[in-house]
């Protein structure tokens, strides 16, 4: 094994670190000592020469991703011990071999030591997304230490990495299997079936990250007359219907998300569809015209803000599609609203919904703050690891 570039920093720029900060700024490198290609392992060494952290070396203002800090080789039995603990943790918190729930995320970046790499299992499928070229070029050994881990319980190992390497790698990346094909693409979770599209939708086909989350939405349904917006495949809606709500609309501007809400609504009601209807349509124009017509309405939008060039625009829009839908629930409703933006942190988002509300002119009670659930857990020393934040708001 060829031993790993060396990186020293400039005086003073390896405090985050000492605190277990995983990322190394390019404005912190004093110097590269050797050649080095984007992707490659790297060992980064304080300007007293002192060992302090592996990581990947990147193109862009975070120039290394640190995986360990510790000093140790960095091969396949690594690697497989790293995706063992993230594997044990999840078996820890219920999430393996559970009768209700068999979609998870296994892998979730820097929360597990593995900054650039994401896995969610699918009953049986895990679908594997790098944001590194680092976890790019050893997505083989991913799905190999995969299949020792789960055993014959992996079916299929789906890399869909063409969507999110950085756009100036020059990794020519193409989607496909590294292990097995497609077979069974339904879910559980909860006891409530999903079909998921890991070849062709969203992410990595489903929006784990919004479990917990719609089974609270669950506890408040019943009877109740409900609005899903932004819906893609219908998770809140499928929820809301089970739990007896009397009326559910799915919203989403596509309409392969509307047929896939469909086919999730056909799924879970065999027998007796429930008073089910979709909309394709901009949720902003669809929230206008329905005045007092919800009593729950949820806005889980796509991210606003994808960078932080375009954070004030971001911060607007969740302003004024909060506004309207406080605007138009019933009194005594319930809103679900929620920013996956990582670039908009949660005051801020809370700031967007707080100028919402006064801007509505009505009453507005805090009933929970949401974020993700513990298949996604944020390290203490990588606050940037919470991306969703929610809150459940009470309208008078």
């Known amino acids: 094994m060829t031993a790993p570039t060396k990186i020293s920093l400039k005086p003073g720029k390896e405090a985050g670190i000492l605190r277990f900060h995983p990322w190394v700024f390019s404005g912190a490198i004093e110097k590269i000592h050797g050649a080095v290609?984007?992707?490659d392992v790297v060992e980064v060494y304080d300007s007293k020469n002192n060992y302090i952290g592996t990581g990947h070396c990147q193109i862009g203002s975070i120039a290394v991703r640190i995986f360990t800090f510790t000093k140790?080789?960095?091969?396949?039995?690594?690697?497989?011990q790293k995706l063992t603990a993230a594997y044990n943790y999840r078996k820890s918190i219920g999430l393996t071999n559970n009768v209700q729930t068999n979609a998870y995320r296994l892998c979730y970046a820097e929360g597990d030591g593995l900054p650039g790499l994401i896995i969610d299992f699918y009953n049986g499928t895990a679908v594997l997304q790098a944001h590194t070229v680092g976890m790019y070029l050893i997505r083989t050994q991913i799905a190999d230490a995969l299949k020792e881990i789960y055993g014959n319980e992996l079916i299929a190992v789906y890399d869909k990495?063409?969507?999110?390497?950085?756009?100036?790698?020059?990794i020519k990346a193409s989607n496909g299997y590294l292990h097995g094909q497609l077979g069974s693409n339904e879910v559980l979770e909860h006891n409530h079936k999903f079909l998921i599209d890991w070849e062709h939708g969203q992410k990595t086909g489903f929006f784990i990250d919004?479990?917990?989350?719609?089974?609270?939405?669950?506890?408040?349904?019943?009877?109740?007359?409900v609005l899903n917006t932004f819906c893609y495949s219908g998770g809140f809606s499928v929820y809301a219907a089970k739990a007896g709500a009397e009326l559910v609309h799915s919203v989403d501007s596509s309409k392969k998300a509307i047929e896939l809400t469909e086919k999730n609504i056909e799924l879970n009601f065999p027998a007796k569809k429930p008073n089910h209807q979709s909309f394709v349509a901009d949720t902003f124009n669809f929230l206008k015209e329905k005045k007092n017509n919800y009593d729950?309405?949820?806005?889980?939008?796509?991210?606003?803000?994808?960078?932080?060039?375009?954070?004030?625009?971001?911060?607007?829009g969740y302003k004024r599609i909060n506004a309207e839908a406080i605007k138009q629930i019933k009194p005594g409703g319930i809103l679900f609203t929620f920013s996956c933006s990582q670039v908009i942190n949660r005051p801020l988002f809370e700031g967007a919904v707080l100028a919402a509300a006064i801007e509505a002119g009505r009453q507005v009670r805090i009933m929970h703050r949401l974020s993700h659930p513990a298949d996604h857990p944020v390290t203490i020393f990588h606050p940037e690891g919470e991306y969703l934040k929610g809150l459940v708001l009470y309208i008078g």
């Open 72 to 80: 140790t080789d960095v091969d396949y039995n690594f690697w497989k």
């Open 210 to 225: 919004q479990r917990e989350n719609r089974n609270l939405l669950a506890l408040y349904s019943k009877g109740k007359t």
């Open 37 to 39: 290609q984007e992707g």
């Open 161 to 170: 990495s063409e969507e999110t390497l950085p756009k100036q790698t020059e």
């Open 296 to 316: 729950i309405i949820i806005l889980d939008p796509p991210a606003f803000a994808k960078s932080r060039d375009s954070k004030h625009n971001a911060v607007i």
